[in-house]
Nanobody, 120 residues
Framework: VQLQASGGGLVQPGGSLGLSCVTS????????IGWFRQAPGKERELVSC????????YYGDAVKGRFTASRDNAKNTVSLRMNNLKAEDTAVYSCAVRYDDYLCEGMDHWGKGTLVTVSS
């Protein structure tokens, strides 16, 4: 199983950025897929959690209304569109999957992170 996140970079406050996570070795129809982030000196936090069915997605309070996750099970990918970025969004963003219908806890597989830096 492999997950590969990409799309990080430097963006100004108020700007937008898109991340992508490509998976292989699993059937995403049976996995929740989450985006997580970890800022320097802080604990890792859940950004979004997309269920495999019914199109439901959970968002953390800090990103709700600004970030949008979308998944394409047929293409084994999940994207994260980040709008109105703030300095506090600066972190390493990682994608992870779990064989489950709902919960993004105790993830089974992780990808390497991609750094997002929000700065003027």
């Amino acid at each position: 199983v492999q997950l590969q996140a990409s799309g990080g970079g430097l963006v100004q406050p108020g700007g937008s950025l898109g991340l992508s996570c490509v998976t292989s070795g699993i059937n995403l129809d049976y996995y929740v897929i989450g985006w997580f982030r970890q800022a320097p000196g802080k604990e890792r936090e859940l950004v979004s959690c997309s269920a495999p069915k019914y199109g439901s997605t959970y968002y953390g309070d800090a990103v709700k209304g600004r970030f949008t996750a979308s998944r394409d099970n047929a293409k084994n990918t999940v994207s994260l569109r980040m709008n109105n970025l703030k300095a506090e969004d600066t972190a390493v963003y990682s994608c992870a999957v779990r064989y489950d219908d709902y919960l993004c806890e105790g993830m089974d597989h992780w990808g390497k992170g991609t750094l997002v830096t929000v700065s003027s």
